[in-house]
Structure formats: structure tokens, C-alpha cells
């Protein structure tokens, strides 16, 4: 008797639902045997046997409805009453209840209570043990049914069944006789294996001893008393229990041994049954940069076709196969694999052989197409070949071919059983360790001459089930997902002409022979779930490969092939290949090669029904242009004529705001009802790549602006949240690519920017319709944040040309959606209020300033760290501008500006210091500018010297504790700052020496050189010599700065090499600056320091001199000529000091830096000398 999986109703593990209620008919049925069965007495004699028998049979043949519908606990009991009735000496009525416990709990989709379940299993397991072999089948499916989703409460039981001498090892092991049993008893081992949410998993010794049987079974050849079903059915059950281990987070493939072992035999199975494909591997498989051995033995004949008088005369007589019991979900998976067994004959042998060839050819259209894909190939919209076969046509028809057919289909069930187990594995590994099998499963180009090794490439192009091709597509995507920076390595731009084959160009061919091998696939499927796999798959490629560093083509055939599929009859086709278009326009954007195929006219590649994206017409209000200049300006940067300068912008406008044609509502079952778009997710994906083009290639975009601004109106005036999200995320972008146009260090020329008149009128047209709408929906705070991050994104030239009451709308919606109650919105109001206090324009208004100093005040003291991170960048970017007014001619700012609320504001900042690392670099940051900003009128007032002293030991804190380096950086930074405000005590103020203190301490030991180096410029920044204290601290921080210039160069890190002639720099002129401050009594305690390291000293200034200042510290020194004349300073000042009597040290420094000079003029006038005139 053909046994049948309890675990193949429900996918992925899942528990089985909840009973629905059953008719009057089937409730009065079971509850009439079930009142039989209770009032039946325990007797052994045969007249009683024959009742209960009758009883049975009639409880299993009653008519009950797949969803179940009575109560689990009345299903319960009558299970238990009936094993009571049955003593384990009956192997008959053993046999018979095992039957009818499998078959209730099938039919009805019962898990069985923890209280009934203990007798159930006691009973089941004691029958195992007592009754005779014949037996042990049925009473085995009992016992899977039982356990199925029980797992966790069947701990006590198993060391009977999983223990060294345990009934499943013993009846699960290679040795038993019966095939059929032994594959129950392994459905058994996975269902114990299955693991439900919120239950406890098995044991790990007992995880363990399952693996090492499952494992065992995959790795077993056939044996002769084994029929294929039967060995396809072991296969299948060895293959979900390990994935079920995998799947219930406990079970790590931490072993190189057990991981191999597994691949091993996990890509042995992915081929199973495969027609034309019979493959040998290695026990194990080890991580290696090329293909392991995959030897392929000798094809299987096929059996031959059954011939055209067989077939005529099996139209008239068909074979009726006995059906057996199922349970639910494998009948209809068998009915829906149908097709893909009637059509296996026939269309593997043309999968095989399309795939023979690695050459390409023309199709008409002008689009490459694979050699040998014939018919099917020329139309991708072609229906399924295997669908239209009928059965009449078909060999399932005859007794022999029905079971050929019967026999692929399981044998499809094993490769998909397979990709699955293999897909849980990927995801219970690490990335790095997966990507050392990367030759494994996925293709490399072969060798002339040589075959191509077999991987997952080869079921998606040859297996001639469209399920498991789709399977095999979702592993390949899962392989690639996140494969960015291994990928990076890859590198073919220069013809490879070594006698070894590089890593990186071993890599790059495995991408070329990946894009080669899934447009093979795209051109010759017709199935469309199948077919949107393969466009996924494509655009995981995509995304992650490194196009910048391959030949130009493979994304110019990527583009021509998926064209055609943006007018595919399937919604899902359509909306996967444009996510490939946003994934082509997003991969190192920009690219110069994508930048070609954004011009290509509208019609190339497209089917005829895509000269049906007529241009949108603007409105009239977007019409009225002012006479003159200013509409001569608007029109630059728009399409004109019926030039195209993007064909791909135009498409995704269309689909946006343009009903949707005839040839493509079929089958759009995402589309609301009566509706005359595209369904939604069409739609969104086509924002989704406005979005991508505006970030990546703005030129492209900027000749759409206005008609996309009026997209944007429309996405915003529709109900859907989703279509109005990615509205306003398309107005961030285009927002940032216009700001990005204007920065100083943009690379488009001033002629081609879009006219700042343009913009005014684009922000124009958004303030007067979406925005102020989003700002108020506080239905849809999502969007209320959204747009509080486009309105941040107004170009601030364009902000200052807006009409003034515009600019007043932006800044009260701003400074009013501060006081929401949603963290989102507030912390997207509290970076937009960072970004408009740098406006040019209204950093001078001092009321502005003021208001949002006390809105983001306020948001400092939120529960949220989004909202306190976002207030403290605001905060630092507020102080920013205090900084920046200091420098105006002006002082009515300084003056203006509340005394109180920057109390508050120290108080902030000191508060958010102690917070989390995201609020705290930005709060130093804060804290640098407000002390540098303070006046002597505030710091003479007795209020803020508390607060003062209070803010400078918060950096100072932060300078010396092992904080992130952006924090301590920051600190650095910030001290530097202190440093610069002349109004401040420092050099006698008591926290000067712990200042100084700090900054040494760094700039001797600190780990991060940037760090270091931005330590180095804060003690280079006092001007005069009483700031650095007395004479003990001016040669502490003098003999620390020696010091760190002698460790310059000591690092375990070798990434911080680069910054070695920076922090050097730095040094150097810290020296320098305390040279040219150093006093007399300062001079014998330098002359000790040079007499010691005088010529590392001298030779690291030397190196200084020729190459000038390198890093980010826009105070250096940037030439040789300014570091020479820091020398000519600190000589001068030398020669100036009075030296005391009898002293030498002056001479020395004298000599010292006179001996730099003389001999870094010596080199400069030997350059000087191999120029020319002209060139001096």
C-alpha cells in the first residue's frame, strides 16, 4: 500500500487551519458511529471483532468535507476509544484503527491535544513493538499523523523512537527489507522534525541524529527492491525533515563537513530524474574558486515513444488509475503538475538541445535570440506547449506511459524538494561562507572543447517542469542577493593575457555566462510564473554586478531583451520587468552605456502596441509662462518638437496617468474593480524608476520636470497611499537633483542646469496643489512625513525667488507639524527645519532662527532617538549658522540674539551629549559652535559660567571615553573650536589643563588617525602663548606632539596607513605654531627634546615643506610656500625672543630651524633649476 505524506498539505510547515462547520448530514454521520463506538464493550470474541471491523470501515468511508469541521477534542476521543477497543493481539484491528487514525486526522486537519495525544502514542508505539511486521506500515502512518505539528510535546517519547536503538533508527535504516516501511518510518523522523512558532524545537542531540539520517538517505543509491515512486517518496521526506531542521533556527551548518555533505548531496537531487541528466558528485563539497567534479555517468535510454496505432487506439480506451488516499493539497498539486507530466516527453528533449549551443542569433526584431529555440522562442507570449497537450494526445493515456508520467512528476517533486532544502540553507549560512561553493551552482564559461558544468543555469534552462524551473530562479536570486561585494572583485575590461587565470576575471565570466544563460531562458519560456522568476532573477543580477569594471554589451542585451516583456499580457511579467529597467538605471548610476540606451528611440524593441504612449499634455495653468526672458528660460531643459529624449520616461508616464490599454487588462488581477489604470503595483513600479532616473541620470529627467511635476499632482490627488508615497518620493529626488546641479563642485556646466526661473515655477505649481495637502493629511502620518522631506528638498536659490507668502507656508507648516505626536513626522520636520536654517536667505532672520532653535529644542527631549538624532543634525546645523553670522559686517545678530534661549541651548546640548552616538556627535558638534559663539557679554554673567565650565568637561569626557570615532571626532573638532573664541579663559580658567590633557592623550594613542589628526589641529589653534598655560603644560603638549609624530606610523590597522602623511602634517604644524609662540623660559625644555630626536624632528618638517598639507583640515597648510613661511614665523620669532643669560637653548632652536631652511632651499632651488622661466 502506497504511503501518503501527512506534511504535504501544508506548505512550508505550516499548522493546519482551524475546522470549518460541517453540514447537518456529515455532523449526524460521525456523531451516529461515534455514539456506536462508545457504547461498543471491550471483547474479544469474533462477532465483536467483526462489529468494530464494520465500524471502521465505515468511519473511513464516511463522506467528509477536506476542511474538516468537527471539533478536534470530539475527533480526539473517539481515536482513543477506538485504540481501547482494539488489543495489540488483533494485527487486523491493529492495521484498521492505524488506518483510521491517518485518515481522520488527514480528512480533517486535526492536531491531536497534548492529553489524548500521550495514550495515541503509547498505543501506536507499543503496536510497533508488538504486532507483526505486515503492519508496521500503517500503524508508522498513524504515527506520522500523530506527530505532525506536535513535536514539542512528544519529548518523552523520544529516546523509543529517535534513541541509538530507537524504533524510526532501526526502521528508517538502509538495512531494512521493506522500502515502504522505511520510508514511513523517515515520514515519521520529519514530521518530529517540523517545528511550530512559539514551541520549543527537539533536542540538539537529537537534531543531530536526524540530520546524520536524513543525509544518509540522500546519499544511498536506489536499491534493487525499491520502486522509483517509492525512492523518490524516501527522497522527498529526507528532504523536508532537513529542512525542517534548518527551518526552525536551531540547527547551524557550523561545520565545513556537514555543509559540504549537504551541498553534496542537495545538487545531487536538484538533478534527480532529470531527462537527458545523470550526474556523479563527491561525498562532500569544499569551498573552492573554480567547479568541483560533477562527472556525468551515462544518460538512461528513454523508453520509446508509444507508436501512432498505440496512441489512436488509446483514444478510444483510456486506463483508469486506481486513485488512492490523499491527503488534502496533494491532489491538487498532482492535478496542477498534470500538464507538466503529460508534456515532460517532448519538450526536455527541446529544452536540451536549445541550450546546446552557446552562440546567439538575430531574431527578426533585430533582439538576440538563442541558436535552436525555434518556434517557441520567437514569441515569449506564446501559451505553454505542455498546456495545450490533451490526454488523449498525451502517453498518460496508456497504462505504460501513465506510469512514465507518474514517475517524472515525483521525480519533479524531488528537484523542487530540493531547491527548497537548498534555499533554507542559504539562509541559515553566512553570505561569506556560501559564495566559497559560489562554482558550485552557478555556470562559468566552459572551455572550448570542454562540456559546461552542470548548476543551477541547467534546470532553469532544460527541466521541463515550469515549477521546479521557478524554484531553481529563487535559489539563483537568493545566491545573488547581497552578493554586491563579492561580486565587486570581478574584472574583465582588459584582455586577459596571463598564464594563470585571475580571481576577479573567473568571477566576471561567471557574470557574462549568467546574463547569457537567463536571457537564454527569458526568450525560450512560456510560462509566466516562470517567466517573472527569471526577470527577478535578472534584476537581483543586475543590481548587484560590477558594470564599471566588465565589458560594455551585457546590460545593452539585458535592455533590448526585456522591451518586449513591458507589454506582456501577464500584470506580473509587466511589473518584474520593469523593477529590471529601475535595477538597469540603478547599478552604478551613472552609467555611460545605460546613459545610450536612455536615447534609443521610443520604438526600439517595443511590440506595435507600444506606439501607444502618447506625450501628456501640460495643463493650461502650467502653460501661462510670463512674457518675455523668463518664458524663454522655462522652456529650456523641456522636450521639444517630437525629439525623444528618453523613451523610457515617457513609458513610465504613461503607465502612470494614462488608462490602460485593451491588449494588457488581461489578466490583472491586482487592478480594483471598474478601474481604467494600471493595476497598482504596475503603477508604483513605474514611480518607483522615475525615482531611480531622477537620482541617477537627472539629465534625462530634468527635460520631463515640468510634465513630472504634473504626474506628481495627479499621484498626490488619488486615494491610494501608495501611489501618493511614491509621488512625493519622486519629488524628494528631483528636489535633490536639482540642489545637486547647483553645489559648488557639480560637474554640469552652468549652461546645462535646469534655470533657476524653471524651478521657482516647479516649486510654484507643488506648493499651490499636493504639498500643503500632504502636510496636512494627519490621516496618513507616513505621508506627512514623506512630505516634509520633499519640502526639504527645495533648491534654496529657487526658495529665496519664491513668492513670500509661499516661503511663510513652508515655514509654518514646518514649524507647526513640529508639535505632531507621530515620531515619524516630527523627525522629518526636525531635519527639514536643519535644512532651511543654512538658507542663505533666512539664516540672517534672527525670528526664524529663534523659532526653530525652540522647535528643535523641543524635539531634543522626544522619547524617539530617530527624532532626538534627526533634532540633534539640526541642532548642529542651527549653530552652524550662529558661527556663520559672526562673520557678517553686521553684528545686529550677535546682538539680537536671545542670551537666554542660548542658555538653553548649552543646556541641550550638554544633555544630549550623554545620549546615544547618534545624538551625541552631532551634540558636541553643537556645543563647539554655541562656545565659540558666546560673547563677552555672556560669559561675564555669573549664570553662564557654570554652564560653561559644565559644556567644556562634556567634551572633554567625550574626547578621552572609548566612544564611536565620529563622536570623538567630532569632540575634537569641537575643542578646536572653543579654542578659537578670544573671549574664553583659556590658559587660566582650571579646565585648560584637563582640556590639554584630553587632546595629548589622543593624539599619542588614539587608534583612528583622523581622529588624531583633527586632535593635532585643536592644539595648533590658540594664538597666543598665555593660552597653552604654564611652562609645565607648554612642554607637556610640545612632548606629546614629539612623541606622537615618532608613533606616526605605528598602526595594526592597515586601512589607517592612508592617513599617515595627513597626521604627520598636522604634527608639523602644531610644532611650528608652538615655535613661533614659545617664550624664554620655554627654550631649554625644547632644546632637551631636540638634542634627542632634533633629526626625526627635522626630517618629518623637510618631508612637510616639499609636499605641503594633505587631509581634510581646511586651516592647513596646502602649499610647500605656506609651510616654509610657518618656518620663516617660527625663525623670526626666535631670533626675537630675549634670551636669559648664560642660556644656549636659543642658539639651538636658531641653528635648528635655519638648518630646515637652508636645506629645504637648497631642494626647492634645485626644482627651481629644471624649471623654465615660464614654468617659475
Partial sequence: MAAVQVAASLSCGQPREAPRELSPEQDDGFRRLSARLRALQPDDSAVSRMEIHLLFDQLISENYSEDGGLAPEDVSALLVRACQLVPLNQNHLVSKVSQLIHHLLNRLQVVVDEQNLDFLLTYTISAIQQCSSWTHMEILQALAALVYCNGSKCQKYLPDLLGKSGLLMKLSDLSHSDPEVRRAAVHCMANLCLSVPGQPCLEESYQDVCFQAFLTILQSPRSSDTDDITFCMLLQNALKGIQSLLNGGKMRLTQTEHLGALLAVLKKAMFHGLPGLNIEMPAVLYPAPLPQYDGRSPAKPQQ???????????????????????????????????????????????????????????????????????????????????????????????????????????????????????????????????????????????????????????????????????????????????????????????????????????????????????????????????????????????????????????????????????????????????????????????????????????????????????????????????????????????????????????????????PREDSCSGSDGGSALGSTYEPSPMRLEALQV???????????????????????????????????????????????????????????????????????????????????????????????????????????????????????????????????????????????????????????????????????????QDKSLNVRTKAAWSLGNLTDTLIANMDMPDPSFQDEFSGLLLLKMLQSAIQASTDKDKVKSNAVRALGNLLHFLQPSHIERPRFAEIIEEAIQALISTVVNEAAMKVRWNACYAMGNVFKNPALPLGTAPWTSHAYKALTSVVMSCKNFKVRIRSAAALSVPGRRAQYGSLEQFIQIWNALVTALQKSEDTADFLEFKYCASLQTHICQALLHLLSLASASDLPCIQETLKLNGDMIRSYILQFLKSGAEGDDPGAAHTPQEGAQMVRVALQHMCGVQALAGDTAKGVIVAFLDAIMTAHCDFSGGQEALLGPADQ
Fill in 304 to 658: 520509446p515513444e508509444p507508436s501512432a496505432a498505440r496512441l489512436s487506439a488509446n483514444k478510444k480506451k483510456k486506463h483508469k488509475v486506481k486513485p488512492k488516499k490523499t491527503q488534502q493539497g496533494e491532489k491538487e498539486e498532482e492535478e496542477e503538475s498534470r500538464g507538466e507530466m503529460e508534456a515532460a516527453p517532448g519538450l526536455s528533449a527541446g529544452r536540451i538541445n536549445m541550450c546546446g549551443e552557446n552562440t546567439w542569433c538575430s531574431s527578426p526584431s533585430g533582439q538576440s535570440l538563442p541558436a535552436g529555440a525555434g518556434r517557441e522562442a520567437s514569441s515569449p507570449f506564446a501559451s505553454s506547449s505542455w498546456k495545450g497537450v490533451s490526454s488523449s494526445e498525451s502517453d498518460y493515456s496508456d497504462a505504460e506511459g501513465g506510469m512514465q508520467g507518474k514517475v517524472r512528476w515525483y521525480q519533479a517533486k524531488v528537484r523542487q524538494g530540493a531547491l527548497a532544502c537548498f534555499l533554507s540553507t542559504i539562509k541559515s549560512i553566512e553570505k561569506k561562507v556560501l559564495y566559497g561553493y559560489w562554482s558550485a551552482f552557478v555556470p562559468d564559461t566552459p572551455e572550448l572543447g570542454s562540456p559546461q558544468s552542470v548548476s543551477l543555469m541547467t534546470l532553469t534552462l532544460k527541466d521541463p517542469s515550469p515549477k521546479t524551473r521557478a524554484c531553481a530562479l529563487q535559489v539563483l536570486s537568493a545566491i545573488l542577493e547581497g552578493s554586491k561585494q563579492f561580486l565587486s572583485v570581478a574584472e574583465d575590461t582588459s584582455d586577459h593575457k596571463r598564464a594563470f587565470t585571475p580571481f576577479s576575471v573567473t568571477i566576471a565570466s561567471s557574470i557574462r555566462e549568467l546574463h547569457r544563460c537567463l536571457l537564454l531562458a527569458l526568450v525560450a519560456e512560456s510560462s509566466s510564473q516562470t517567466l517573472t522568476q527569471i526577470i527577478k532573477c535578472l534584476a537581483n543580477l543586475v543590481s548587484n554586478a560590477p558594470y564599471n569594471r566588465l565589458k560594455l554589451s551585457l546590460l545593452t542585451k539585458v535592455w533590448n531583451h526585456i522591451k518586449p516583456y513591458i507589454r506582456h499580457k501577464d500584470v506580473n511579467v509587466r511589473v518584474s520587468s520593469l523593477t529590471l529597467l529601475g535595477a538597469i538605471v540603478s547599478t552604478h548610476a551613472p552609467l555611460p552605456e545605460v546613459q545610450l540606451l536612455l536615447q534609443q528611440p521610443c520604438s526600439s524593441g517595443l511590440s506595435s502596441s507600444s506606439s501607444a504612449t502618447p506625450h501628456l499634455s501640460t495643463p493650461d495653468s502650467w502653460k501661462k509662462v510670463p512674457p518675455g526672458p523668463f518664458l524663454e528660460d522655462a522652456s529650456v531643459g523641456t522636450p521639444k518638437g517630437s525629439s525623444e529624449p528618453c523613451w523610457l520616461i515617457r513609458l513610465c508616464i504613461s503607465t502612470v496617468v494614462l
Fill in 690 to 860: 522615475l525615482a531611480n532616473l531622477a537620482r541617477g541620470y537627472f539629465s534625462m529627467a530634468q527635460q520631463y520636470l515640468m510634465e513630472l511635476g504634473e504626474v506628481i499632482c495627479k499621484c498626490m490627488a488619488e486615494a491610494n497611499s501608495s501611489i501618493q508615497l511614491h509621488g512625493m518620493k519622486l519629488l524628494e529626488e528631483l528636489g535633490t537633483g536639482l540642489i545637486q546641479q547647483y553645489k559648488p563642485d557639480s560637474s554640469t556646466a552652468p549652461n546645462q542646469r535646469v534655470p533657476v526661473c524653471l524651478v521657482v515655477m516647479f516649486w510654484t505649481a507643488m506648493l499651490n496643489g499636493p504639498l500643503p495637502r500632504a502636510l496636512q493629511s494627519s490621516e496618513h502620518p507616513t505621508l506627512q512625513a514623506s512630505a516634509c522631506d520633499a519640502l526639504s528638498s527645495i533648491l534654496p536659490e529657487a526658495f529665496s525667488s519664491l513668492p513670500n507668502d509661499k516661503q511663510i507656508l513652508c515655514i509654518t507648516m514646518l514649524l507647526g507639524l513640529n508639535d505632531s505626536k507621530n515620531h515619524l513626522v516630527k523627525a522629518a520636520t526636525s531635519r527639514a527645519l536643519g535644512v532651511y536654517v543654512l538658507f542663505p536667505c533666512l539664516k540672517q532672520d534672527v525670528i526664524f532662527v529663534a523659532d526653530t532653535a525652540n522647535a528643535i529644542l523641543m524635539s531634543l
